[in-house]
T-cell receptor, first 114, second 111 residues
Framework: GAVVSQHPSRVICKSGTSVKIECRSLDFQATTMFWYRQFPKKSLMLMATSNEGSKATYEQGVEKDKFLINHASLTLSTLTVTSAHPEDSSFYIC??????????FGSGTRLTVV | GQQVMQIPQYQHVQEGEDFTTYCNSS?????IQWYKQRPGGHPVFLIQLVKSGEVKKQKRLTFQFGEAKKNSSLHITATQTTDVGTYFC???????????FGGGTRLMVKP
């Protein structure tokens, strides 16, 4: 089946530094990928929709300059958390719509900012 | 905007008991999807329902889409400890290529 590879799975960074998270569709092309944030025991909250070759679409309340999204190819989207702070600590998950119509999720990245 | 509500938030059952989670949307959906997320894991796609009144089964799991395409349910018969996790519904609206997730129902099964 469709596979979306996301890494790193865990990252600990110092406050003020930036962290890049990569999301790759391994056996299918994804013109659109989605980035979610999930707080402990909570639902997935859509942050932004990443479109290959164009600007990402951000949800209301999500800072574009803080969460930089790049979708440079049909199989790769990246999310960069810039100048991270402890409140940015969370579980970030990407997903892509696969050929079955379902959404395949990456394995997630647990970010801890200290 | 579109809202998707899911109840209950939590459910404890004894192994062998049945379990149902319900999903309601504030707007009509083009389809609804169900996901399972194991503790510490990521959401895994279970199924998609598209047609009004559709019912689909996967072994002990029965998924139903309401006639008005605004609600859905997932029923598990004779739960097992392997069913533990959080079940999310997600509604795909007619306007855009986006899913709105319900809050999830966390299922705990006592052996």
């Amino acid at each position: 089946g469709a596979v979306v590879s996301q890494h790193p799975s865990r990252v600990i960074c110092k406050s003020g530094t930036s962290v890049k998270i990569e999301c790759r569709s391994l056996d299918f092309q994804a013109t659109t990928m989605f980035w979610y944030r999930q707080f402990p025991k909570k639902s997935l909250m859509l942050m932004a929709t990443s479109n290959e070759g164009s600007k990402a679409t951000y949800e209301q309340g999500v800072e574009k300059d803080k969460f930089l999204i790049n979708h440079a190819s049909l199989t790769l989207s990246t999310l960069t958390v810039t100048s991270a702070h402890p409140e940015d600590s969370s579980f970030y998950i990407c997903s892509a719509r696969d050929t079955t119509g379902g959404y395949t999720f990456g394995s997630g990245t647990r970010l801890t900012v200290v | 905007g579109q809202q998707v509500m899911q109840i209950p938030q939590y459910q404890h059952v004894q192994e062998g008991e049945d379990f149902t989670t319900y999903c309601n949307s504030s707007t009509t959906l083009s389809n609804i999807q169900w996901y399972k997320q194991r503790p510490g894991g990521h959401p895994v796609f279970l199924i998609q329902l598209v047609k009004s009144g559709e019912v689909k089964k996967q072994k002990r799991l029965t998924f139903q889409f309401g006639e008005a395409k605004k609600n859905s349910s997932l029923h598990i018969t004779a739960t097992q400890t392997t069913d533990v996790g959080t079940y999310f519904c997600a509604g795909h609206n007619n306007a855009g290529n986006m899913l709105t997730f319900g809050g999830g129902t966390r299922l705990m099964v006592k052996p």
